[in-house]
Every structure is written in C-alpha cells, then in structure tokens.
C-alpha cells in the first residue's frame, strides 16, 4: 500500500539531518527523495500513476531492447 510506502520512507528522509555524508549535503536531495516517492500523492493517484509508467514501458522500445539483452546474456526474460 501507498501508506505503508510513505511511513517507511518518512525516517529515511529525516535520517540526513546533521549527516556527514556527501549524498545529503545540498537542499535538493530531501525534496528529490520525497518526489521520489510520491509523498504527496493519494492511494489512487498512485495507482494511476504506475498503471501510466507500467503501459509507457511495454510500449517503449528501449524497454524491449534491454529484455533481449537480458534474455541473451543472463538467459532472463
């Protein structure tokens, strides 16, 4: 669910806070994290919003050709 999505990803977007880290310093990486996520979504906005990523990528090529690579190197498909 998109709720327990959310609750999981709350402390890791307060973890930074004081880090020493390279990846946390700048003012954007908490806002990319949320937008990441779709914190600010509901249930069934989420819903739609994957259903529209999942069409556009079995419509994309670039889509099909790492399936084929995948399927000849690694036998994955």
Same mark, same amino acid.
């Given at each position: /669910?998109?709720? #327990?999505?959310?609750?999981?990803?709350?402390?890791? !977007? &307060?973890?930074?806070?004081? &880090? %020493?880290?390279?990846?946390?310093?700048? &003012? !954007?990486?908490? /806002?990319?994290?949320?937008?990441?996520?779709?914190?600010?979504?509901?249930?069934?906005?989420?819903?739609?919003?994957?259903? %529209?990523?999942?069409? #556009? !990528?079995? /419509?994309?090529?670039?889509?099909?050709?790492?399936? #084929?690579? %995948?399927?000849?190197?690694?036998?994955?498909?």
């Amino acid at each position: /669910r998109a709720v #327990g999505g959310c609750a999981r990803a709350r402390p890791c !977007s &307060s973890l930074p806070a004081g &880090s %020493q880290l390279p990846c946390f310093h700048g &003012s !954007s990486t908490i /806002r990319n994290l949320k937008e990441r996520f779709h914190m600010n979504m509901t249930e069934e906005q989420l819903q739609l919003l994957i259903e %529209q990523m999942v069409d #556009g !990528s079995m /419509r994309s090529i670039t889509t099909k050709l790492y399936d #084929g690579f %995948q399927y000849l190197t690694n036998g994955i498909m």
